[in-house]
């Protein structure tokens, strides 16, 4: 599966934010879906990620409750809500897959990688 993210921008801290990612193909549904995130200097981190079945979800401990991914599959799509954000968000967020993925965590987990897409938020 190709993957396209895309929504990112310049945003006030408070305000929300949803990215996308587009896959291509016509099995989508089987894949589990993350999102990463990597600001200047840092190394890439876990954001989020939903199972292929969409049965669960994992969140990192910083956007638990600001956060939420979800996907389409009609739409080959998934999703990532993000409320009140912090200065501390600003990064480049990816958007990865797995094929019968579940929701890890772990960076080496994910298989395939999308283009990512800027979030800068300013206080």
């Known amino acids: 599966v190709q993957l396209q993210a895309s929504g990112g921008g310049l945003v006030q801290a408070g305000d929300s934010l949803r990215l996308s990612c587009a896959g291509s193909?016509?099995?989508?549904?089987?894949?589990?879906m993350a999102w990463f995130r990597q600001a200047p200097g840092k190394a890439r981190e876990f954001v989020a990620a939903?199972?292929?079945?969409?049965?669960?979800?994992t969140y990192a401990d910083s956007v638990k409750g600001r956060f939420t991914i979800s996907r389409d599959n009609a739409k080959n799509t998934v999703y990532l809500q993000m409320n009140s954000l912090k200065p501390e968000d600003t990064a480049i967020y990816y958007c990865?897959?797995?094929?019968?993925?579940?929701?890890?965590?772990?960076?080496?987990?994910?298989?395939?990688w999308g283009q990512g897409t800027l979030v800068t938020v300013s206080s």
């Open positions: 990865a897959a797995k094929l019968y993925g579940s929701a890890r965590y772990e960076y080496d987990y994910w298989g395939q």
């Open positions: 193909g016509r099995t989508f549904s089987n894949y589990g």
């Open positions: 939903i199972s292929w079945r969409a049965g669960s979800t």
